[in-house]
């Protein structure tokens, strides 16, 4: 099917939980749905605020440190292989560029990223990391092993009062990951930029989505509306699955990189 085509590539949750990133709706988290944070009530409530930041500064150790997996490897192959033009993608870990994918559209932003709602400054997630752990001394510590990671990069963790957050440098306003969280529309060039992709292409391949979210599920839809051919892989059933051409239930991790040495004509591991 992709043989000699040009294909973009939409990935979702399911490409990363290979690399211990929790996702929100596939078989082993729907047994213990989370509602994650809402972005009205982030902007309007200053105790919503301060209750995600002393969940984020717990989860981001372990989310940091999660390495890309034989998925985003394959993807990066593939691009390199000159078999597919980028990937849109509805992670925010950017372990697809740690993969070595070039062309990337992350569509909902990276947790990497924090910006400030009054001035719209950009500041490093790693650098406030440290400057909340140091307002708050022991505070990752006294959660060890008691807090399970979130898919959005926090952790669950009660009790968080006592919680020093930290401010914009340069005007003293609340920051935010510079991610969009659920209820906040997706900025328009980034949308513009991944139809960009999607339209360039002659099929499209969606990699571990539920497309349960219009931000994603528009892509197929669009697709599938004008006849380019759409291949979903995923471990179970994605509301995009009425449009594609092809469904193949697998895990990313198995089955990317036998369509990468099936397409290019070498393993994973020699086309690196």
């Known amino acids: 099917m992709l043989r000699t085509k040009r294909v973009a590539v939409l990935t979702g949750a399911g490409c990363s939980t290979e690399s211990g990133i929790p996702d929100y709706r596939g078989p082993e988290t729907r047994r213990r749905a989370r509602n994650p944070i809402q972005y009205r009530r982030f902007i309007d409530d200053p105790a919503a605020r301060r209750r995600y930041w002393a969940r984020a500064v717990v989860g981001w150790r372990k989310f940091d440190g999660k390495q890309p997996n034989d998925a985003h490897r394959a993807l990066a192959a593939l691009e390199r292989g000159g078999v597919i033009e980028g990937v849109v993608t509805q992670n925010v870990d950017r372990l697809h560029q740690a993969g070595g994918s070039r062309h990337v559209v992350e569509l909902h932003g990276a947790l990497a990223d924090v910006v400030c709602l009054s001035c719209g400054a950009r500041t490093d997630r790693v650098a406030l990391q440290h400057e909340l752990e140091r307002r708050n001394p022991g505070w990752v510590e ?131």
Do not use: M
Request: glycine share 10%; hydrophobic share 45%; net charge negative.
């Open 142 to 272: 006294s959660f060890r092993g008691k807090a399970e990671a979130a898919p959005d990069g926090d952790a669950e963790v009660d009790d968080v009062a006592r919680f020093e957050l930290v401010h914009c440098k340069r005007c003293g306003g609340p920051l935010k990951p510079d991610v969009v969280f659920f209820g906040e529309g997706v900025p328009k060039p980034r949308v513009d930029a991944a139809w960009a992709l999607v339209d360039a292409a002659d099929v499209l391949l969606v990699v571990g989505s539920s497309l349960a979210v219009f931000s994603g599920y528009r892509f197929v839809r669009g697709a599938a509306k004008r006849g380019q051919p759409v291949a979903i892989v995923n471990l179970s059933e994605s509301r995009g699955d009425p449009h594609a051409e092809l469904l193949v239930r697998a895990r990313a991790g198995d089955l990317l990189p036998a369509l990468a040495e099936r397409l290019l004509g070498t393993s994973l591991h020699e086309s690196a």
